[in-house]
């Protein structure tokens, strides 16, 4: 009777105990409810094996953290893509403006007025109202080029200072990574529960997904491997420092060093997140518009001259040009010829010195350039070459931004798929909390029961 007795004191107890602490797991899961990362915890309760002299009980075998690591990998990936594509976007935003001819910021406009000033001087080529016109066209295209350069260089600058504070972030992270899955490789190797350590970890994951694209490899003894661009990051409870500078030809150069190790360069190509969207925008996107405003500048400058230089001036001078420019960088360096610059009499209208005084043959030809094709490849206009430089600036914006919305959406639904299986469902956590009620005040009463018990057997006696 005595060993009965113990025996129903000790199931009484364990099944307090046990429910006690599923009911403290549902609180926690409750109150945790809105947390972002936070993993649903569940008290896995085990019956406690009966021998001879136990009739056994219960326990908690272990608390579970709900965590779907496919789904977590997945959504890595598409918020790393979504990411990329919504920088790129973003950074294309301040460049598309400088072309918005709509609002008076593009070239269209200059270039069409500087045509329309040679038609002014054809007219009437004594007139020095007309000629000023001419050189103050002349100046506005200049400076909507120099806008241009300037707004796509200092994009471009930005962007450069912005990827270096980034692989900062990233090596922080990745620092703290690696210090997470020490703690989470010890707490489990000493039989812990290492749940709130593991959603700190995905927390940092989920962070660092944003900024660079992550593939992750989760280890047995509770670590883990994350990848970017091919590159090690962490390994284990190491974390490997991530660097960005410019190669020769200016573009992003990034560099992984390993423990230590003299920094390596690695393509970039599939960085992705901010970083790599960021990179796309300055060394894809803004490095080809620039270099269609670099050929758009020479072609303009050399068709001008090339007729201009042809023709005199009211002083009976010729060759003289109307744009100075440098081979190696044109849009940025157009001007208007220093020869030139305050002297409308040596503006050319005139294809010959018997003319000068009152020619327009030459004026006539520079104002048709508008129509002619003038390019460097002779099928296009100045203004249709133009157009197409907005036009690829344009749809290479809306290319990345409908990336945006479609990795968006996907990573939305992946969340929601992900949130079934880690987040925290009131519902079910009401249902559990009474069922841990019922079972607690139940094996209160089978306390009782045995102090009624151990009461009637000390009486007998």
């Known amino acids: ?68 690591d496919l789904t977590q990998r997945r959504l890595l990936d598409v918020r790393g893509q979504e990411t990329s594509a919504r920088q790129r976007s973003d950074s294309l935003a301040s460049v598309e403006a400088v072309f918005n001819d709509a609002n008076g910021t593009g070239l269209a406009g200059g270039l069409v007025k500087l045509f329309d000033s040679f038609n002014s001087l054809a007219s009437n080529p004594r007139d020095t109202t007309a000629r000023n016109g001419v050189l103050s066209a002349a100046q506005s295209v200049v400076d909507d080029f120099t806008m241009a ?103 992003l150069a990034f560099k992984i060093s390993v423990a230590g190790s003299p920094a390596m360069g690695f393509s970039a190509q599939n960085m992705g997140g901010k970083l790599g969207g960021m990179r796309q925008a300055r060394d894809e996107d803004m490095a080809e518009t620039r270099k269609k405003l670099d050929a758009l500048a020479a072609d303009l400058a050399t068709a001008v001259n090339g007729l201009h230089s042809a023709g005199f001036g009211t002083d009976g001078v010729a060759g003289r040009n109307l744009f100075t420019f440098t081979a190696a960088n044109p849009a940025h360096t157009l001007a208007i010829d220093p020869a030139l610059a305050g002297h409308p009499e040596r503006v050319a209208a005139a294809s010959s010195l018997a003319s000068s005084a009152g020619g327009n043959d030459v004026a006539r030809q520079i104002a048709g350039l508008q129509s002619t094709p ?52 009131l519902d079910e956590e009401m249902v559990d909390l009474t069922r841990y009620q019922r079972a607690y005040e139940a094996s209160s009463k089978l306390l009782k029961t045995f102090d009624e018990l151990m009461r009637g057997l000390i009486q007998s006696l």
């Not at 504070?165 to 010890?186: H, M, R």
């Not at 100045?382 to 990345?400: F, M, N, T």
């Open 374 to 425: 003038s390019t460097a490849s002779g099928t296009k206009t100045l203004i249709e070459s133009y157009a197409d430089l907005v036009g690829d600036l344009g749809l290479r914006r809306q290319k990345a931004t409908g990336d945006a919305e479609v990795k968006g959406a996907l990573a939305d639904q992946i969340q929601a798929l992900h949130q079934q299986t880690s987040g925290v469902s």
């Open 149 to 251: 350069t300037r707004t796509i260089d200092g994009a471009r600058a930005d962007i450069f200072a912005q990827a270096q504070g980034y692989t900062k972030q990233i090596n922080e992270i990745g620092v703290g990574i690696a210090a997470l899955s020490g703690s989470i490789q010890s707490s489990l190797a000493a039989g812990q529960d290492a749940s709130d350590l593991l959603d700190k970890r995905d927390m940092l994951l989920r962070n660092l997904s944003e900024i660079v694209d992550v593939q992750t490899a989760s280890n047995p003894d509770g670590t883990i491997l994350v990848r970017a661009a091919g590159q090690s990051l962490v390994e284990g409870n190491s974390a490997n420092t991530l660097s960005v500078t410019l190669d020769t030809p200016g573009a």
């Open 1 to 68: 009777m005595g060993i009965a007795l113990s025996n129903l004191l000790s199931v009484a107890r364990d099944a307090m105990a046990v429910n006690a602490k599923a009911l403290d797991i549902t609180g926690q899961n409750v109150a945790n409810v809105n947390t972002a990362g936070y993993a649903r915890r569940r008290a896995e309760i085990q019956a406690r094996g009966t021998s001879r002299d136990s009739y056994g009980g219960v326990t908690i075998g272990s608390i579970t953290r709900a965590a779907d």
